[in-house]
Structures are given as structure tokens and as C-alpha cells.
């Protein structure tokens, strides 16, 4: 998954705003205690971090 769809996709479902925040702000213990941003410089893939915004955030199924 391209850097870009995760952004939309997170967009698409928590409104640009709020998205935005959480990637900054919201640690996710998936991803080593990192936050989305963090992880992402880290180079973890985009993909894997939003199984793991979906499972944190309870994402039904059909949205993610």
C-alpha cells in the first residue's frame, strides 16, 4: 500500500483533521509503542500500519 491510499484512507475514515492528529499524536502498541507518523519514518509498512489502526480503532471489516 502507497503512503498516499494509507493517508486517504485514514482521511476517509477519522475526517483529514482528525487523521492528521492521530498519526501524530496516537500511540500504537502494534507498532512498537511508535505512532503512525513515527512508525512510518521508521519504515514500516504502510499496510501493516493500518491493520493496526483498524484493530485499534475497531474499523468494521468492510472499511478496511
Known sequence: MRI?????LM????G????????????LSGLDGRTVDE???AG???KRIW???CAEFQV?????
Do not use: I, N
Open 11 to 14: 482521511a476517509e475514515e477519522f
Open 16 to 27: 483529514e483533521t482528525r487523521a492528521e492528529t492521530l498519526a501524530k499524536d496516537h500511540v
Open 39 to 41: 512508525a512510518l519514518a
Open 60 to 64: 468494521p471489516v468492510e472499511r478496511r
Open 4 to 8: 498516499t491510499v494509507f493517508r486517504r
Open 51 to 53: 491493520e493496526q489502526v
Open 44 to 46: 514500516v509498512p504502510a
